[in-house]
């Protein structure tokens, strides 16, 4: 392309002028490639540039789309000419790339090959789903307003600048968005959140913003036709008919007409919502895409599943050297000279070179502010170490005895203090433990495992520490009790001129404690003998030919490691001068180490790459400094394979001002092996060391291979130099026995020398493993018998016995059999373009393990202005780049906002702390990725269903086998004498009748308020008289006949009872349903409507309050109010008599309609005819044993189900008293319930999951003031909790644990068991034996196969017997696929024959064969095949027990296991929604509750958050890591909302189906949903 005229002149704006000038200064410092600064200027400029011919329009829009606004003042009244605009931005540029990235891992080569594997990647672009978040929820602060400024790197001059920078992106950002903003809120979005996804990544800025577009626009690979998603279908049509969704007026929050608008159609034909399904389109066609080289499959042992572990690739590198021989150093000189101990060395300087400088600090602006001359630091030491021994106690009780632990306790900025309390240890033979500023808890056990009492400080670092109210310093957190001695001179005594201190030659006696942190993150002391601290002196001495009076530079942390080894020890025995740069004066002035090395001629500089890569940013601000003085550079973290890059920029940069390339020399330390090996400073002009260009493929397997193929994959490491002077070092295996390598693997380096650590103070095991390890030969024989230390470094030993270091023990991350480096994965990381993304380059890698195998985390700090877009993109290329050039996949990726990581003292991230936040769920990521399809290979295979067999073999197989059916039925009605005159009763009518003569002022009915007081009675009477005055209004206002269906809408109370008698006696059918909600008739509405459409009701009776909501203006927004049927209100009723109670012909007539949502969302009503009302009404009276003068609280909705049955017909059948409770007066006064069967001393009660709950939760603690208020519980026999689903033992556990302390008997709780087509199979009931628990195995259960195990056992499930069979009852467990008759103990769904089963379903179009199937169904084969039955739905199974029954003979527990409909297929196997929301509750505190349902065969997981929003993406890994832990699933999105959005009804069960249905609507306004890869 032809320059363009407008680049130099002053017409481009002012923002591009400096982006261009920014640009010309990064190729100058070698930050970009001469291609890449083309192509960014290329960019730049296209927007002024004339169209040129052969340029890809498309590429030009982008750029143009991507470009800020011109700024609109014309350039002419910018008096600032372009050079001083460059040399502005060139100091912006400067600060920004200051905070750019941890230069510990800046790599050119790597940046480069990081880019080349992306760009491939970009061939085969994936459109990935954006997560969707809720707008409020992660609110960065602005630049300015995050948190202090951190302590990792990068000068802090930079703040106004980038806010600076910040603002005028921010203004960019607005005029560049304007547009696409007003497109997105012209589009109108039903929730908050879906404004905050519409944009996807980077393409179609312009575009309109519906996702869909976005998705049309980018190109997705996939192997399937991509799907369709951008043709909505039209809102008149009709849904295809192939989908089974619930009736669309139950969809909860959402009207009858909305749902269909919103569908569209993919390419499978389900209709979808635009939104979520967009995304979860893209998640499947991500999922289609072909994964890696396919793994062996794995074996699955039909039993135990067992994962097997992938068999290796044949033609993976296996190393073929032969076995290395250990490597010796240098012999150690032997110099007249030296002292015989280290404490000697100091008493000779300090008496005869006494003036002689020792050690200079520095203040905070980096000017030297004090030198400790020998003479001084002699004489404080002795002061000090007479001081401990002889003044701290009294002369019979010394508090310090000779070998004991003291803590050193001084700030970063003080080593003068350090290095006087140091050495006044030594002389009083006591053993200093250096550590960090005090709060640690780990530092906590390293000082109890050390037995440390006393700690010595600073008297300004003693005024810091944090008090108790009486000015007692605090007692940290794990720490032991310390007594703290401040070691300031004015506070020690001088010694008597008689006192010397005893100083022996050195011995194997510990000389001091430095502490390590473990890959786990605890703190352990490295124990140093004397002659081991003395001997590592005399080799560094002699590596780096330390003559004496020679000045260093030190900027290294002097507590511990090469600054304490260098510029305290050392430092001594060769009589230098330390100049010691604190940490804090490098963040102010980061250039002020090259300063001191100018200002004091110093021959040795001891760096980190951090320090190199600070001075490289700052030294334009000082262009005569020299350092040509140094003759060595110790790079101290050289270990680093990424430290090469940073010396050869240094070097590039330096040599000009006189730095010699010989001088640079990297070593490699550790704090148990001490020095390992170090480059000797070289002879000028002599060959620079070569560099090892290693294959990272070769690396993951342990092998060292020349990297040839593919040059992006590649490692380019420096030697550390040579090993240490008498010193050897072997190479052993890194896990297993400590086998010798062969020359060409990568091994763990271990040193035998004098200078090296002898042991972690206090932990012996732990010693002998690191400490004496002898290693072996391939046949396992040992080799010599000197004991080796293991340093926690791999490497390799090179050509000349060149010592390499490729990684950490501790970063070492082993996926699936290969390794990888975390410090690796680490410079991947930054060399994506992570500028715009991460702070500081912040970024932790670790591995969890989960499901069987280490999977990789990468943990990121984001900048406080990075954008979504931008976030997320780069997410996404770094996924790309570490799956490219590593070839492993990374299990999540999470960025959590600036400065939020953990620390360690010297402000780098903490690992294992971040490690152990990731885990327990309190990172608080603002952005997630986690990709389980990708790297979870160890599945089991999917289960593949085996050719039934055919029922009649099983029947054989059984009888072969001496297992009996599995059916159990209740004691026989025939056979119980029921001398009742109820029975000859053929309808309940003539019973309440018969009542209202024998006994009329017999109270039936109590109804209770919030309070507790009874607000209405109901004598046998009063029922009778009201029932006979509605019966005649029905006739003569509603002029309806026998046989029409007339809806009930009441709130729980008598009125409800009453007109269900007045229905009966006026020959209509009731239907009870629940009222409306006024706050939300929007969604309760429209069921009510349907029930009375469905039901083909002629009338409704309802009271004069919901007559006027019914018909009322809000309602007619969600219903068409013109259409409802006759509404009679029976509030005022005619005192007028009926002529004649109506009397059916046959009790086979229909009594009521029973109708029901299930929690699949399936409205269905049931058929009750007047002889099952009679057998159900005396089935439960017999069970209860229940009389007149009984007395039952029932606390339970009256809408359905055994609910309505005890509700509304047990008393008048068995004419006991009921006490009614209703359930939403709990809400305003939860003690009304147990304090109501207290007072009126019950003995039975009825409740629902939901009532159980509440009490729960809302009482747990307040069981004292329970007992205050009186309330005992000791009079209840049965508490029964009535439902429709697997037995809630945990709930009910938990309820009786609680409320023993106010006299609940243990064996008090039961739940029953009912179904749509029988309501009251199981109940309870005062005789027979307590209900039985058994534990199954999950695992075997997902295979339909019941399994017992013991408790305690590992995937087990407690289940308990949903109480006894009723009279009459018959059930039987059948396999339903070929409805044959099953085992004992066998898993089955449960058929059930009583004579109250309903008769049938009450639907607008008699479906014959589902009637057939559910109602009159017969088995296949066996006894019982004449019998006809009725199908539950639920799945169950029927175990003998050892108990007696009632008939004397053993006792048959029926256990539910769950509805068949609401089981999960996936993989082949069955899973029960219940069992992985169980797991996924417990993962995190914050988790309220939790629904999963399944969506085009991806698992969906919602859970509710109780906590802060912060919390909302904690939340992912560990539901993701739980579920595949537990179940060996994969979860496909997981979606956070706030509490409450999981729909439940009346009976506590959640209604999973409402919510999918929500979801796919995009209803949920959820804070955050994730979609895993």
Known sequence: MAEPPAAGGSSLPREVREQLAELELELSEGDITQKGYEKKRAKLLAPYVPQAQGVDPALQKESRTQMPVPSATPSSAQPSSSSSSSSSSSKFHRARSGGARDERYRSDIHTEAVQAALAKHKEQKMALPMPTKRRSTFVQSPADACTPPDTSSASEDEGSLRRQAALSAALHQSLQNAESWINRSIQGSSTSSSASSTLSHGEGKGTSGSLADVFANARIESFSVPPDVTATTSSSSARPAAIDLPPSGIVKGMHKGSNRSSLMDTADGVPVSSRVSTKIQQLLNTLKRPKRPPLKEFFVDDFEEIVEVPQPDPNQPKPEGRQMTPVKGEPLGVVCNWPPALEAALQRWGITQAKCPCLTALDVTGKPVYTLTYGKLWSRSLKLAYTLLNKLGTKNEPVLKPGDRVALVYPNNDPVMFMVAFYGCLLAEVIPVPIEDAGGQQIGFLLGSCGVALALTTEVCLKGLPKTQNGEIVQFKGWPRLKWV???????????????????????????????????????????????????????????????????????????????????LTNVMNKLHTISVPYSVMKTCPLSWVQRVHTHKAKVALVKCRDLHWAMMAHRDQRDVSLSSLRMLIVTDGANPWSVSSCDAFLSLFQSHGLKPEAICPCATSPEAMTIAIRRPGVPGAPLPGRAILSMNGLSFGVIRVNTEDKNSALTVQDVGHVMPGGMMCIVKPDGPPQLCKTDEIGEICVSSRAGGMMYYGLAGVTKNTFEVIPVSSAGAPVGDVPFVRSGLLGFVGPGSLVFVVGKMDGLLTVSGRRHNADDIVATGLAVESIKTVYRGRIAVFSVSVFYDERIVVVAEQRPDASEEDSFQWMSRVLQAIDSIHQVGVYCLALVPANTLPKTPLGGIHISQTKQHFLEGSLHPCNILMCPHTCVTNLPKPRQKQPGVGPASVMVGNLVAGKRIAQASGRDLGQIEDNDLVKKHQFLTEVLQWRAQAT???????????????????????????????????????????????????????????????????????????????????????????????????????????????KSREAAAAVDVKTWPTIIDTDDLPRKRLAQIYKPPTAEMLAYLDFSVSTTGMLTGVKMSHAAVSGLCRAIKLQCELYSSRQIAICLDPYCGLGFVLWCLCSVYSGHQSILIPPMELESNLFLWLSTVSQYKIRDTFCSYSVMELCTKGLGNQVEMLKARGINLSCVRTCVVVAEERPRVSLTHSFSKLFKDIGLSSRAVS????????????????????????????????????????????????????????????????????????????????????????????????NETLQADHFNTRLSFGDAAQTLWARTGYLGFVRRTELTAASGERHDALYVVGALDETLELRGLRYHPIDIETSVSRTHRSIAECAVFTWTNLLVVVVELCGCEQEALDLVPLVTNVVLEEHYLIVGVVVVVDPGVIPINSRGEKQRMHLRDSFLADQLDPIYVAYNM
């Open 486 to 568: 401040v070691t300031d001179s004015k506070y020690l005594s001088k010694s008597p001129k008689d006192w010397q201190p005893n100083i022996s030659a050195a011995g194997t006696e510990p000389a001091y404690i430095e502490y390590k942190t473990s890959k786990e993150g605890s703190v352990m002391g490295v124990t140093v003998s004397r002659a081991a601290m003395l001997s590592h002196c005399q080799a560094l001495s002699q590596a780096c030919n330390y003559s004496e009076g020679e000045t260093i530079v030190n900027v290294l942390d002097f507590k511990k490691d090469a600054g304490l080894w260098h510029g305290i």
């Open 1000 to 1110: 009329p002022d017999h109270p039936l009915f109590l109804l209770l308020n919030a309070k507790g007081t009874t607000v209405c009675t109901a004598t046998c009477l009063q029922l009778h008289k009201k029932a006979e005055r509605i019966a005649s209004v029905l006739c003569d206002k509603g002029h309806l006949n026998a046989g029409d269906n007339v809806v009930l809408l009441y709130p729980p109370g008598i009125e409800l009872i009453t007109a269900f008698y007045g229905c009966l006696y006026a020959g209509c059918i009731p239907v009870t349903v629940r009222p409306p909600h006024a706050q939300s008739l929007a969604a309760t509405l429209p069921t009510v409507r349907m029930i009375v459409e469905v039901s083909k009701a002629a009338c409704i009776l309802t009271t004069q309050t919901l007559m006027r909501l019914l």
């Open 1311 to 1406: 739940t029953t068991f009912g179904s749509r087509v029988n309501v009251a199979i199981c109940l309870q009931g005062t005789s027979g034996p307590d209900p039985t628990t058994v534990y199954v195995d999950l695992k075997s259960l997902r295979h339909d196969r019941v399994r017992l195990v013991e408790r305690g056992a590992p995937q087990s499930l407690l289940l308990s017997e949903s109480g006894k069979i009723l009279p009459g009852v018959k059930v039987v467990i059948v396999n339903p696929e070929t409805k044959g008759p099953l085992g004992d103990s066998h898993l089955g769904e449960i058929w059930v024959n009583s004579p109250h089963t309903a008769s049938g379903y009450y639907t607008i179009y008699d």
